[in-house]
Antibody, heavy 122, light 107 residues
Framework: EVQLVESGGGLVQPGRSLRLSCITSGFTFGDHAMSWFRQAPGKGLEWLSFIRSNPYGGTTEYAASVKGRFTISRDDSKRLAYLQMNSLKIEDTAVYFC?????????????WGQGTLVTVSS | DIQMTQSPSSVSASVGDRVTITCRASQPISTWLAWYQQKPGKAPKLLIYGASNLQTGVPSRFSGSGSGTDFTLTISSLQAEDFATYYCQHANSFPFTFGPGTKVDIK
């Protein structure tokens, strides 16, 4: 069974950092792109970042709203994806989801974690 | 960036009704479109990819069509478990963007 579980969310002050982890199981992690999304309270879905599988270069993409502040990475040996979030702002408050790309460089996402809440507040 | 719009923003329907949701892209995206269903407090679920391909395990009452800029998601006979919010997402180029969502609720 494919599973994704996010961890690392919590309450953080503006300007501070947080690292989210996406723990995966049940599939060949190295064969899939991974991505992070978020959903602010009562709002819609926002794509944040994307990392291709290593056979496809392991290259990354970012939304303008987080480029330069957030960094996506992956550790295929541990089946983990990460989102390092720096210089957090109040408007970064949201539930953060990781999701599996349907293939190495796919733009659709067939399995999602349950989400982890990040609250940025002083 | 490609902007996605959806209509209607909400629809009230009854079990058994046919429901159609429209998604429009601000520029042509071929068939690089996905549809997701999201229930409150839950993660999104992929329904349709490539504009018209049914994701494994999704009931056949869901269908998608369209190409270029105009797309539709149709639920042929609404079931109780289908009351949710539906989002389209383009995958034509980065950044990926979602439509604002269509909430399907009980009439």
């Amino acid at each position: 069974e494919v599973q994704l579980v996010e961890s690392g969310g919590g309450l953080v002050q503006p300007g501070r950092s947080l690292r989210l982890s996406c723990i995966t199981s049940g599939f060949t992690f190295g064969d899939h792109a991974m991505s992070w999304f978020r959903q602010a309270p009562g709002k819609g879905l926002e794509w944040l970042s994307f990392i291709r599988s290593n056979p496809y270069g392991g290259t990354t993409e970012y939304a303008a709203s987080v480029k330069g502040r957030f960094t996506i990475s992956r550790d295929d040996s541990k089946r983990l994806a990460y989102l390092q979030m720096n210089s957090l702002k109040i408007e970064d408050t949201a539930v953060y989801f990781c999701a599996r790309g349907a293939a190495h460089s796919s733009g659709w996402f067939d399995y999602w974690g349950q989400g982890t809440l990040v609250t940025v507040s002083s | 960036d490609i902007q996605m719009t959806q209509s209607p923003s909400s629809v009230s329907a009854s079990v058994g009704d046919r429901v159609t949701i429209t998604c429009r892209a601000s520029q042509p995206i071929s068939t690089w479109l996905a549809w997701y269903q999201q229930k409150p407090g839950k993660a999104p679920k992929l329904l349709i990819y490539g504009a018209s391909n049914l994701q494994t395990g999704v009931p056949s009452r869901f269908s998608g069509s369209g190409s270029g800029t105009d797309f539709t998601l149709t639920i042929s006979s609404l079931q109780a478990e289908d009351f949710a919010t539906y989002y389209c997402q383009h995958a034509n180029s980065f950044p990926f963007t979602f439509g604002p969502g269509t909430k399907v609720d009980i009439k």
